[in-house]
């Protein structure tokens, strides 16, 4: 399940794009020439993603099939940073373990509620974040593929999920790249970060000029990161 994409989040893509914090994919990707490590939610409908994808790398080839080498993790890039809800088992552990249709034996699942604390500690401790880190690790040494692509999608059920607004995943993307590009700078690694909208799958009437059309743009991070900074000074002083 994808989720609805609420008339709020709606309304902050349509300001985003207006203040150019989206912008639609113009320019070339040079970098894509050898191949990309995207990192996806692995929606299945939402796969014109990962088609647009293909598109974008297969013109900087020379006719040569695109490498793409895909990570993916319900949320995307939003597993990445320390601090968001999805980068660790939390969110997801104890529904599992109670749910009858996978432990049947109610022994057990009166054992996990009596226990809840443990779990949740379990499940914060089991980091999704580091194993990912991990995978880019892996994935940039073995494949000699330096150009990584770290997404972020509207409406993502995972996000909904976890009530992350879609102000709230463009701070965990910047988070997630800076933390990317900390880790594994001296492997020479380049990170674009994209976002895509479905405007087909709104809620409360919104209707926005680009509905049934959806859309993948490009984020520039220091611009995302200025605006995501004036609105909450706006905030602040109204
Ligand atoms: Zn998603």
Not at 89 to 114: C, E, H, K, M, Q
Not at 132 to 150: E, P, Q, S, T
Not at 208 to 223: Q, V
Request: overall charge positive; hydrophobic content about 40%.
């Amino acid at each position: 399940m994808s989720g609805t994409l609420s008339a709020e989040d709606a309304a902050w893509i349509s300001a985003a794009r207006e203040a150019r914090v989206l912008e639609h994919i113009r320019e070339k990707n040079p970098q894509f020439k050898d191949g990309v490590i995207p990192m996806f939610c692995p929606d299945a409908d939402r796969t014109e993603m990962r088609k647009h994808l293909d598109k974008l790398v297969a013109r900087e080839t020379d006719g040569k099939p695109p490498r793409v080498h895909p990570l993916t993790s319900h949320g995307a890039a939003l597993a990445l940073p320390w601090q968001s809800p999805l980068s660790n088992l939390s969110p997801f552990l104890f529904g599992f373990l109670t749910d009858r249709r996978v432990f049947r034996n109610w022994f057990w699942r009166a054992f996990i509620y009596i226990t809840f604390p443990l779990w949740w500690i379990v499940g914060r401790v089991a980091r999704i974040d580091i194993f990912f880190l991990i995978k880019f690790w892996w994935a940039i040494d073995h494949k000699g593929i330096k150009a990584v692509v770290l997404y972020i999608h509207a409406p993502c059920g995972a996000a909904g999920q976890c009530g992350i607004s879609f102000l709230e995943q463009l701070r965990y993307l910047i988070l997630a790249k800076r933390r990317l590009k900390r880790r594994l700078e001296l492997l020479g690694i380049t990170v674009t970060c994209l976002c895509h909208v479905d405007y087909g799958n709104t809620a409360d009437g919104y209707s926005g000029d680009e509905k049934e059309h959806p859309n993948t743009y490009f984020i520039r991070t220091h611009k995302a990161e200025a605006w995501l900074e004036h609105l909450s000074q706006r905030k602040k002083n109204p």
